[in-house]
């Protein structure tokens, strides 16, 4: 898989940043957890699994047992607050990739040299990826990977402004991090108050 320009500092641990930095699969799949659970947190879970499973890997992951899997994801600390659930959802992903993209999560932003509309679109075909999170990690593989199609910033939406604080494509280390966290909990007053 393709190496990284820079180092990522998602989950403010060395080693899982390191897995993060280097494999394609560990970074959707910490994007995958990061929903009602810690940011930070959310993109330790691929090396959780890796010092569990004795390496990480798509296609081991996608072939595990379902019930043995689950348990593993699930086991304290977990990789999620709703470890099992995830289980089954990072299964998904890893066999969907399979399916589509012959294992090679980089196909998603690089086959055909698609612009910003068309990986905005196979983003949010992946299991457990909707609108949001879609337009996030576009706005991460742009603002943190050096994967640029064409037209990413305008398909990610706000998450692609350059200079903003509004999720993990702006987390570069811990200040940027309390920086992001201080802009969901306004977001979150704001749409509160609004309701």
């Known amino acids: 898989m393709p190496r990284r320009p820079r180092s990522l500092r998602l989950a403010q641990d ?8 280097t494999d394609d699969f560990a970074l959707l799949l910490g994007m995958l957890l990061d929903q009602q659970y810690p940011m930070e947190h959310a993109f330790r879970g691929p090396q959780k699994l890796a010092e569990r499973m004795g390496g990480f890997g798509l296609r081991a992951i996608a072939e595990a047992d379902p019930a043995e899997f689950e348990e593993l994801a699930a086991t304290p600390p977990a990789i999620h607050r709703y470890g099992r659930s995830m289980a089954r959802r990072a299964q998904a992903l890893a066999q969907y990739i399979i399916e589509h993209y012959d294992g090679e999560p980089s196909r998603i932003w690089t086959e055909g040299e698609p612009d910003g509309k068309e990986v905005l679109r196979r983003l949010r075909e992946l299991p457990g990826f909707g609108e949001q999170k879609a337009k996030i990690f576009l706005a991460l593989l742009g603002k943190q990977c050096d994967v640029r199609p064409t037209g990413w910033r305008e398909s990610a939406g706000s998450y692609g402004d350059e200079g903003s ?4 494509a702006d987390v570069v280390d811990a200040e940027t991090l309390s920086e992001v966290r201080d802009f969901k909990k306004r977001a979150k007053a704001a749409a509160r108050s609004a309701s």
Do not use: I, K, M, N
């Open 14 to 21: 060395p080693e899982a940043d390191r897995l993060l930095s």
């Open 165 to 168: 604080r509004r999720s993990v």
